[in-house]
């Protein structure tokens, strides 16, 4: 098996020596993947728990079309979504496009002109900056008279409570949590750290709502942000929680009131719920959510083995080799364009749908240099499929995220290991050597 293996390897592109280094490696990650099944698994009963105790029936399989009432499957998969996460309600459509959407409808339905959003934990998103009106941008709270203000986290991450506290007021209505750091630097959040944080705000105002920005963070622990407090958790299905299958949507799981807010205002006032045809996508957002638990750890034993392979290498690591894991996220920062190209294409080619094709640096909107992305996946933009990108600036890092499978997501990143080898970024010698 062991030379079989090593043969198919060969085959696709990886030669024995960048093979047998991620042997070795892997070796000694036993423990932290035999950590992460057992937490799969426990997510994978709640799950299934949550599925049997609302009759997921053959029925909830059938769309509908039209105006979409009395839609069995649609209203059945939020009382799922709602029991997995432990909260009143959800809201799980195919028309909340992507998870900016999401969020945007979270906070316009919940807030009112007048009403102050606080981000306790700095920046948000790129994409919620336009959404709040941080940047300028038709339509953002701003432009409807909702103010906002930001506490910074402090220099060792952790929460600036004397400014928090200082920055909550009698205006203040939400208050936004961003679980993962993003495309930041900052630590991201554990599920445990939000509980703290929502207990502190609580405190001194306890009918703020607490909304938590989940997205790529669904089933990395046991527990979710809904568990320690939060009024409502966001996110996208074409990352963890569609399992790979959901080809479009967003949810919203909360209190019954924050999400019928967000339901009256995604569809229409006096609508609300009751409208919104499934379509034909019910079966693979039933589908994507079985499956999810085991796809996020798929996603994560891909990131922990980046971050062994390249920290070996000796290129800073975020979150680094050891650190525990509160998302799916990878930062490696190669410190050349040749070296996050390299990357970018390695990922690229490891791509079962456009495999074939090679990444170039391109001037993306929104963004301040160029940006080369590696995605070859089912669903177009997909990152809890195999993915990466770099912005083509200092530090020169790349995000790593995803993999389907793990056998893909360590294919992946030996494949982008050889691409730095094949550029003799990484030498031949480097990866020997430590080998012994
Ligand atoms: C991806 C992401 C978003 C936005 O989701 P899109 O689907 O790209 O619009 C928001 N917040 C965080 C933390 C994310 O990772």
């Known amino acids: 098996m062991k030379n079989q293996l090593k043969n198919i390897y ?22 932290r993947f035999e950590a992460i099944d057992a937490t799969a698994e426990y997510n994978q009963l709640k799950v299934l728990k949550a599925m049997q105790d609302n009759r997921v029936s053959e029925a909830c399989l059938l769309g509908t079309t039209g ?20 909260t009143e309600d959800a809201l799980v459509r195919p028309q909340i496009t992507c998870g900016t959407h999401a969020l945007a409808l979270a906070l316009m339905s919940n807030l009112r002109p007048g009403d102050e959003l606080l981000s306790p934990v700095g920046k948000p998103y790129d994409t919620l900056e336009e959404v709040i009106g941080i940047r300028p941008s038709k339509g953002s709270l701003k432009e409807y008279g ?22 909550i007021n009698e205006k203040t209505r939400l208050v936004t949590i ?28 306890p009918d703020v709502i607490c909304m938590v920005d989940n997205c790529y963070g669904e089933f990395v622990e046991t527990t979710e942000p809904s568990d320690v407090g939060a009024d409502m958790v966001v996110g996208s299905l074409i990352k963890n929680p569609g399992g790979g299958l959901a080809p479009i949507g ?7 009131e924050c ?5 009256y205002r995604l569809t229409s006032p006096g ?28 996603a994560l034993k891909g990131a922990i083995f980046a971050a062994n392979i390249y920290e070996r290498l000796g290129f800073p690591v975020v979150p680094n080799a050891k650190e525990t894991r509160h998302d799916i996220i990878q930062a490696v920062t190669l ?102």
């Open 178 to 205: 961003q679980r993962s750091k993003g495309y930041q630097t900052r630590p991201t959040l554990s599920v445990e750290r939000i509980g703290e944080l929502i207990a502190f705000i609580k405190m001194i105002k």
């Open 10 to 31: 060969t085959l696709m592109g990886i030669t024995p020596d960048v093979y047998t280094f991620g042997d070795k490696i892997l070796t000694t990650l036993q423990d």
């Open 67 to 86: 105006y979409g009432y009395n839609d069995l499957g649609r209203d059945t998969l939020e009382a799922v979504y709602a029991s997995v996460f432990h």
């Open 146 to 167: 909702v103010t906002y203000r930001q506490v910074d986290l402090k220099e060792d991450g952790s929460f600036n409570y004397d400014n928090i506290e200082k920055a």
């Open 250 to 256: 967003g949810y919203i799981a909360g209190r019954k």
């Open 271 to 298: 609508l609300g719920k009751e409208v919104g045809a499934s379509l034909g996508v019910l079966p693979q957002f039933y589908q994507g959510l079985f499956l999810a638990p085991v796809v996020t750890a798929s």
């Open 335 to 436: 410190g050349t364009q040749e070296g996050v190209i390299a990357f970018c294409e390695g990922i690229q080619a490891a791509a079962p749908v456009d495999g074939h094709v090679k990444p170039e640096p391109w001037d993306m909107p929104g963004y301040d240099s160029k940006v080369i992305m590696a995605a070859g996946a089912f669903v177009s933009g997909s990152s809890i499929e195999l993915s990466a990108d770099g912005p083509i600036k200092h530090p020169y890092a790349v995000y790593f995220q995803g993999g389907l499978t793990w056998p893909h997501a360590k294919f992946g990143i030996l494949r982008s290991l050889q691409a730095l080898v094949d550029k003799g970024i990484v030498t031949a010698e480097q990866i020997v050597e430590i080998r012994q």
């Open 259 to 263: 999400v019928e807010n967000a339901a």
